[in-house]
Protein backbone atom coordinates (compact mmCIF):
# COMPACT_ATOMS: atom_id res chain seq x y z
CA UNK A 1 0.00 0.00 0.00
CA UNK A 2 1.47 3.32 -0.95
CA UNK A 3 1.87 5.82 1.98
CA UNK A 4 3.01 9.12 2.06
CA UNK A 5 3.32 10.84 5.23
CA UNK A 6 4.37 14.37 5.65
CA UNK A 7 5.65 16.37 9.02
CA UNK A 8 7.37 19.40 10.04
CA UNK A 9 4.76 21.95 9.82
CA UNK A 10 4.04 24.50 12.11
CA UNK A 11 3.44 28.28 12.78
CA UNK A 12 6.07 30.59 12.02
CA UNK A 13 6.71 34.36 11.66
CA UNK A 14 7.30 35.50 8.38
CA UNK A 15 10.60 35.97 6.99
CA UNK A 16 11.39 32.83 9.01
CA UNK A 17 12.22 29.02 7.19
CA UNK A 18 10.62 25.54 7.44
CA UNK A 19 11.36 22.46 6.39
CA UNK A 20 8.64 20.02 5.40
CA UNK A 21 9.42 16.25 5.22
CA UNK A 22 7.46 13.66 3.26
CA UNK A 23 8.41 9.66 4.02
CA UNK A 24 7.33 7.35 1.53
CA UNK A 25 6.60 3.80 1.42
CA UNK A 26 4.72 1.22 -0.46
CA UNK A 27 6.43 1.54 -3.38
CA UNK A 28 10.11 1.86 -4.95
CA UNK A 29 10.15 5.68 -4.23
CA UNK A 30 13.47 6.56 -6.82
CA UNK A 31 11.24 5.50 -10.06
CA UNK A 32 9.08 7.87 -9.37
CA UNK A 33 8.81 11.76 -9.87
CA UNK A 34 7.48 13.79 -6.45
CA UNK A 35 5.75 17.00 -5.94
CA UNK A 36 4.45 19.56 -3.32
CA UNK A 37 0.55 20.77 -3.57
CA UNK A 38 -0.93 23.40 -1.50
CA UNK A 39 -4.46 24.01 -0.36
CA UNK A 40 -5.16 27.40 1.66
CA UNK A 41 -7.60 27.29 4.35
CA UNK A 42 -10.98 27.12 2.24
CA UNK A 43 -9.36 27.47 -1.15
CA UNK A 44 -8.51 25.33 -4.27
CA UNK A 45 -5.35 23.61 -4.92
CA UNK A 46 -2.07 25.32 -6.29
CA UNK A 47 1.15 22.93 -7.28
CA UNK A 48 4.03 24.04 -5.86
CA UNK A 49 6.89 22.35 -7.01
CA UNK A 50 8.00 18.61 -8.45
CA UNK A 51 11.06 16.83 -8.91
CA UNK A 52 12.40 14.03 -11.06
CA UNK A 53 12.75 10.97 -9.78
CA UNK A 54 16.75 11.39 -9.60
CA UNK A 55 16.62 14.81 -8.09
CA UNK A 56 18.67 15.81 -11.32
CA UNK A 57 15.43 18.40 -12.57
CA UNK A 58 13.02 20.76 -10.25
CA UNK A 59 10.51 23.10 -10.80
CA UNK A 60 8.48 25.41 -9.36
CA UNK A 61 5.65 27.98 -9.74
CA UNK A 62 6.80 31.60 -9.81
CA UNK A 63 5.93 33.11 -6.32
CA UNK A 64 7.99 30.85 -4.72
CA UNK A 65 10.75 30.59 -7.16
CA UNK A 66 14.06 31.74 -5.15
CA UNK A 67 12.38 31.42 -1.97
CA UNK A 68 11.36 26.89 -2.01
CA UNK A 69 13.54 24.19 -2.69
CA UNK A 70 12.48 20.60 -3.44
CA UNK A 71 14.90 17.95 -3.10
CA UNK A 72 14.94 14.11 -1.89
CA UNK A 73 16.30 11.28 -0.53
CA UNK A 74 16.22 8.24 -2.29
CA UNK A 75 18.51 5.95 -0.52
CA UNK A 76 15.60 7.20 2.62
CA UNK A 77 12.55 7.55 0.51
CA UNK A 78 11.71 10.75 1.46
CA UNK A 79 11.04 14.22 -0.17
CA UNK A 80 11.45 17.46 1.40
CA UNK A 81 10.64 21.09 0.98
CA UNK A 82 12.91 23.82 2.39
CA UNK A 83 10.99 27.06 2.74
CA UNK A 84 12.87 29.87 3.11
CA UNK A 85 11.62 33.76 3.22
CA UNK A 86 7.98 32.52 4.01
CA UNK A 87 5.19 34.98 3.61
CA UNK A 88 1.57 34.76 4.36
CA UNK A 89 0.21 33.80 1.39
CA UNK A 90 2.62 30.82 2.01
CA UNK A 91 -0.32 29.63 5.16
CA UNK A 92 -1.77 26.06 3.70
CA UNK A 93 -1.61 22.81 3.84
CA UNK A 94 0.67 21.04 2.20
CA UNK A 95 0.41 17.67 0.50
CA UNK A 96 3.34 15.52 -0.93
CA UNK A 97 1.90 13.92 -3.89
CA UNK A 98 3.82 10.72 -6.35
CA UNK A 99 3.36 12.08 -9.55
CA UNK A 100 2.91 10.85 -13.11
CA UNK A 101 5.86 12.03 -14.79
CA UNK A 102 5.59 16.03 -14.06
CA UNK A 103 1.38 15.52 -15.19
CA UNK A 104 -0.82 14.23 -12.66
CA UNK A 105 -0.70 12.78 -8.83
CA UNK A 106 -1.85 9.51 -8.13
CA UNK A 107 -1.39 9.28 -4.75
CA UNK A 108 -1.47 12.31 -1.89
CA UNK A 109 -0.30 12.51 1.69
CA UNK A 110 -2.40 13.61 4.72
CA UNK A 111 -0.71 17.20 4.58
CA UNK A 112 0.34 18.94 6.67
CA UNK A 113 -0.34 22.72 8.02
CA UNK A 114 1.80 25.82 7.57
CA UNK A 115 0.63 28.83 9.28
CA UNK A 116 3.02 31.86 8.34
CA UNK A 117 1.89 34.55 10.90
CA UNK A 118 3.50 36.44 13.89
CA UNK B 1 -0.60 30.46 -17.36
CA UNK B 2 -3.92 28.70 -17.97
CA UNK B 3 -6.99 28.99 -16.34
CA UNK B 4 -9.07 26.74 -15.79
CA UNK B 5 -12.88 27.45 -14.61
CA UNK B 6 -14.87 25.06 -13.37
CA UNK B 7 -19.08 25.11 -13.21
CA UNK B 8 -20.98 25.09 -11.27
CA UNK B 9 -19.15 26.35 -8.09
CA UNK B 10 -21.62 24.44 -6.20
CA UNK B 11 -24.23 21.95 -6.53
CA UNK B 12 -26.79 19.96 -4.77
CA UNK B 13 -28.41 16.79 -6.05
CA UNK B 14 -30.77 13.13 -5.21
CA UNK B 15 -29.45 10.05 -4.86
CA UNK B 16 -29.27 8.22 -7.81
CA UNK B 17 -28.97 11.19 -10.00
CA UNK B 18 -26.71 12.08 -12.84
CA UNK B 19 -24.34 15.02 -11.88
CA UNK B 20 -21.98 17.04 -14.66
CA UNK B 21 -19.51 18.93 -13.61
CA UNK B 22 -17.48 20.94 -16.38
CA UNK B 23 -14.27 22.57 -16.77
CA UNK B 24 -12.95 24.82 -19.34
CA UNK B 25 -9.58 25.94 -20.13
CA UNK B 26 -8.51 29.19 -21.14
CA UNK B 27 -6.50 27.41 -24.18
CA UNK B 28 -6.42 24.43 -25.73
CA UNK B 29 -5.05 21.54 -23.02
CA UNK B 30 -5.52 18.60 -25.65
CA UNK B 31 -6.79 16.07 -23.21
CA UNK B 32 -4.17 16.83 -20.85
CA UNK B 33 -6.01 16.44 -18.03
CA UNK B 34 -7.32 14.95 -14.52
CA UNK B 35 -10.36 15.46 -12.00
CA UNK B 36 -9.88 14.68 -8.65
CA UNK B 37 -12.68 14.22 -5.18
CA UNK B 38 -11.48 15.43 -1.96
CA UNK B 39 -13.87 14.87 0.64
CA UNK B 40 -14.57 16.84 3.75
CA UNK B 41 -11.07 16.44 6.04
CA UNK B 42 -9.73 14.14 3.54
CA UNK B 43 -6.72 15.03 0.56
CA UNK B 44 -7.51 14.50 -2.75
CA UNK B 45 -8.10 11.69 -4.68
CA UNK B 46 -7.17 10.84 -8.33
CA UNK B 47 -10.54 9.98 -10.31
CA UNK B 48 -9.36 10.70 -14.06
CA UNK B 49 -6.57 11.64 -15.99
CA UNK B 50 -5.72 12.02 -19.52
CA UNK B 51 -9.57 13.63 -19.82
CA UNK B 52 -11.07 9.92 -19.85
CA UNK B 53 -9.13 7.21 -18.40
CA UNK B 54 -10.42 6.08 -15.00
CA UNK B 55 -7.70 5.26 -12.27
CA UNK B 56 -7.73 1.86 -10.92
CA UNK B 57 -10.24 1.22 -8.29
CA UNK B 58 -12.32 4.42 -9.26
CA UNK B 59 -15.99 3.26 -9.47
CA UNK B 60 -17.14 2.81 -12.99
CA UNK B 61 -20.35 5.24 -12.28
CA UNK B 62 -17.50 7.83 -12.51
CA UNK B 63 -16.31 9.11 -16.15
CA UNK B 64 -14.70 11.75 -17.94
CA UNK B 65 -14.95 13.56 -21.15
CA UNK B 66 -13.93 16.12 -23.53
CA UNK B 67 -11.68 17.84 -26.10
CA UNK B 68 -9.91 21.17 -26.97
CA UNK B 69 -11.06 23.70 -24.00
CA UNK B 70 -13.95 21.85 -23.10
CA UNK B 71 -14.37 18.99 -20.06
CA UNK B 72 -16.53 17.33 -18.05
CA UNK B 73 -16.78 14.82 -15.32
CA UNK B 74 -19.94 12.46 -14.81
CA UNK B 75 -21.22 10.76 -11.76
CA UNK B 76 -23.85 8.51 -12.70
CA UNK B 77 -26.38 7.03 -10.36
CA UNK B 78 -24.89 9.34 -7.40
CA UNK B 79 -24.11 7.78 -4.46
CA UNK B 80 -23.71 9.28 -0.67
CA UNK B 81 -20.47 9.11 -0.26
CA UNK B 82 -19.74 10.47 -3.21
CA UNK B 83 -20.44 14.36 -1.41
CA UNK B 84 -17.12 15.93 -2.10
CA UNK B 85 -15.49 18.39 -3.67
CA UNK B 86 -13.88 17.95 -7.45
CA UNK B 87 -10.92 19.54 -9.14
CA UNK B 88 -10.29 19.59 -12.87
CA UNK B 89 -6.38 20.01 -13.13
CA UNK B 90 -4.57 20.66 -16.55
CA UNK B 91 -0.75 19.68 -16.87
CA UNK B 92 -0.43 20.78 -20.94
CA UNK B 93 1.75 23.76 -19.85
CA UNK B 94 2.67 23.34 -16.07
CA UNK B 95 -0.18 22.45 -13.83
CA UNK B 96 -3.23 24.39 -12.25
CA UNK B 97 -5.89 23.44 -11.01
CA UNK B 98 -9.97 24.30 -11.34
CA UNK B 99 -11.40 26.05 -8.29
CA UNK B 100 -13.55 23.09 -7.40
CA UNK B 101 -16.96 22.18 -7.57
CA UNK B 102 -19.04 21.13 -4.14
CA UNK B 103 -21.49 18.50 -4.38
CA UNK B 104 -23.56 18.28 -1.67
CA UNK B 105 -26.74 16.38 -1.42
CA UNK B 106 -30.41 17.16 -1.80
Known amino acids: EVQLVESGGGLVQPGRSLKLSCAASGFTFSNYYMAWVRQAPTKGLEWVAS????????YYRDSVKGRFTISRDNAKSTLYLQMDSLRSEDTATYYC???????????WGQGVMVTVSS | DIRMTQSPASLSASLGETVNIECLAS??????LAWYQQKPGKSPQLLIY???SLQNGVPSRFSGSGSGTQYSLKINSLQSEDVATYFC????????FGGGTKLELK
Open chain 2, 89 to 96: QQYNNYRT
Open chain 1, 51 to 58: ITNSGGST
Open chain 2, 27 to 32: EDIYSD
Open chain 2, 50 to 52: NAN
Open chain 1, 97 to 107: TRGIGTYYFDY
